[in-house]
């Protein structure tokens, strides 16, 4: 079955970095176009990022020049490298693998961003 299990969260201060990761499997990973989206406090959840199985890529404004995605098809892991963090991308980050009649989401890691 599919499985999707992020890492990498934690408690950093503003400015600072941290990479996340999403380990995938269950799927034929190398095919499966891959998203890392967010969740805030009483907020919606939204994409961050997202990157095709040809490695196109797509960002939300928030974060575009700040943060990269970026897949490593032999270890079916998908990665979020987030640098400039402000606190406003406090959040829980979860990834999703699109696939044929739904998507499947991973647990989510949270990210804390102190001012």
């Known amino acids: 079955q599919v499985q999707l299990v992020e890492s990498g969260g934690g408690l950093v201060q503003a400015g600072g970095s941290l990479t996340l990761s999403c380990a995938a499997s269950g799927f034929i990973f190398r095919s499966n176009a891959m998203g890392w989206y967010r969740q805030a406090p009483g907020k919606q959840r939204e994409l961050v990022a997202f990157i095709t199985n040809n490695d196109r890529t797509t960002y939300s404004d928030s974060v575009k020049g700040r943060f990269t995605i970026s897949r490593d098809n032999a270890k079916n892991t998908v990665y979020l490298q987030m640098n400039s963090l402000k606190p406003e991308d406090t959040g829980v980050y979860y990834c999703?693998?699109?696939?044929?009649?739904?998507?499947?989401w991973g647990q989510g890691t949270q990210v804390t961003v102190s001012s």
């Open positions: 999703k693998a699109p696939r044929p009649g739904r998507d499947y």
